[in-house]
């Protein structure tokens, strides 16, 4: 409940009570019986009695000592007062002692909102940095992965480029080796079979048998015969097969 609220609900209950108070002190003083108080005692002093003889009545007055004489309503109206006087007092103390509490209160609530503006304005502060940094963090990454698939469009040009490379070298060494096998059949074919035989043998299998199946085929025979039978069986599948 609002503290302002909470005030004038108080001062609206404290008026109602000092109006039923004030009613209830009208009716003792005014009309009692109506609340089956008896009436008040009137006063029947006189300074002189009539029915006294008249020499009494003529004679000198004693003196008179003035004595204060309060009926029952009369002290009950005092201490009807009296109470009245204390429940007020007790009422503009409770009154001020609540509006104290309330403006302490009031005061701790708007301490405790300025240190709520002053949180969220320190974590707003601290938002809007991260969301920089993870902005930056974003662009960084989006940058790297360009990157990323940049270098892989290179390497993979790159392999295709080794690939045509590494395909022409082997088509360069194939024609390279053919013109050497072709040079080395010229020349065992003016050579002796029997030295011919001997080199074939440690070469490898597949070089001699495209040695030999260039050489002519009579000189081929001559060597084949003269090289070991396992050898020369190796060769013979080799060239069949090519």
Known sequence: MEPKKL???IMSVLLAFVVIISAFLGLIKFYPAALGLPEPAKDTTNIMNPNLPQQQASAAPAPVIPIAHLTQYQLDSLN???MKRNLDSNERKAIIDNNRFLIDSINKINNMIAGLKDNFSKTSDTLN???GVSKKLSDSLTTLYNLYLKANNEIAATKEKIKAQEKSIEKNVDSLSQKNFETF???YNGSSPKEVAKILEQIDEKDAAKIL???QKKKASKVLDLMKPEVSAA???LGAGN
Do not use: F, R, V, W
């Open 80 to 82: 009807i007062e009296l």
């Open 129 to 131: 940095k991260k969301a």
């Open 213 to 215: 199946k260039m050489m």
């Open 185 to 187: 059949a010229k020349i």
């Open 235 to 237: 060769i013979l599948l």
């Open 7 to 9: 005030l004038m609900i």
